[in-house]
């Protein structure tokens, strides 16, 4: 029968999703439209550079452009792995980032579970805006206010010690303090802005859970417990994710802004790295070896979080 109904000239089974979607194009016209600025950005600044990816298997010559430079494999890879600050590049990496898992990424998730129990609108407001300024202030700025309060002679903090009688400590060039100071400027300034997305899965909840809860004698622990937590855990992971994928990628701005060849110990990682022998030192291939490490590590490392997210919460990013 099917066949006699497409002899006869009815539409086929293609036709008809062909026109679904094309209705679907036509009511959506406008909004696809915004996608357009998005897609040619990722297309020109992340999918087209890509290209430049092989320098990272050649021995780089500006002269020579990317294609006629000679070939040297995996030459460089080598080399990094068996360079003597390989590991100390690893650990730095890791530790800031670690540090920056455990006590950056829960702090967004309270200061929205305490805006979302702040009912006066005249106070939560003035309080959320407080919040997200910092994120908009430049890191130049904000760097350059850490470096004048912790001088060692005429920054506030070593005035405030010194009045309690403790002798001035060197933050800047003692190798064991930069960790701290890195992640405390990393709460102070994105916490506010990364509260937003918490903030709008909060609002997402039904208040007929809360008003049951407390009927049957829930406490305030206990429904943030029960309730609110539940209720966002997808959200709470999908950015657990995108977090863990980025356990190897730190932003080099901040830490050259802070760091000082006196705390390289502690304060130098893989994108200053890449940085001072790629920008600096010009050597573009060896630098791009690094970076293509790097991202690869971060791709496996995405992918590995998202598949145990599955197994373990049912949630994840695809």
Do not use: C
């Not at 062909?18 to 020109?44: A, E, H, Q, S, T």
């Not at 494999?73 to 530790?95: C, D, E, S």
């Not at 863990?244 to 730190?250: A, K, P, R, S, Y």
């Amino acid at each position: 029968m099917a066949d006699n109904t497409l002899a006869t000239g009815a539409p086929t089974p293609m036709k008809i999703r062909v026109n679904r979607g094309w209705k679907k194009f036509l009511r959506d016209r406008w909004l696809l439209l915004m996608m357009v600025p998005g897609i040619i950005y990722y297309v020109v600044f992340k999918f087209l550079p890509m290209y430049g990816v092989i320098i990272a298997f050649k021995k780089f010559n500006v002269y020579l452009g990317i294609l006629k430079s000679p070939w040297v494999g995996f030459k460089h890879f080598v080399n990094f792995f068996n360079a003597p600050y390989f590991w100390q590049l690893i650990r730095n990496t890791m530790l800031i980032n670690i540090y920056s898992l455990v006590f950056t990424f829960p702090m967004p998730i309270i200061l929205a579970i305490a805006f979302n129990e702040i009912y006066r609108a005249r106070l939560k407001k003035p309080l959320q805006s407080i919040t997200f300024l910092p994120h908009f202030i430049s890191t130049v700025v904000v760097t350059s206010l850490v470096l004048r309060f912790l001088a060692p002679t005429s920054g506030i903090v070593n005035k405030l010690l010194g009045y309690i009688g403790v002798e001035p400590v060197s933050f800047l060039t003692d190798p064991k303090y930069f960790r701290s100071i890195y992640i405390i400027m990393e709460v102070w300034k994105g916490v506010g802005w990364s509260s937003i997305l918490f903030i709008a899965a909060l609002s997402r909840i039904d208040t007929a859970l809360y008003e049951a809860a407390v009927v049957d004698g829930s406490s305030k622990l206990q429904q943030q417990w029960y309730i609110t937590l539940p209720s966002i855990i997808p959200t709470i992971v999908i950015m657990l994710i995108l977090r863990v994928g980025h356990l190897l990628d730190l932003g080099a701005q901040t830490i050259i802004l802070l760091y000082n060849p006196m705390i390289y110990e502690t304060a130098d990682v893989l994108s200053t790295f890449v940085y001072r022998r790629g920008i600096v030192n010009a050597d573009f291939s060896y630098a791009a070896a690094v970076d293509l490490f790097t991202s690869v590590i971060g791709f496996v490392l995405i992918i590995s979080s998202n598949k145990i997210s599955k197994m373990v919460t049912d949630s994840g990013l695809w």
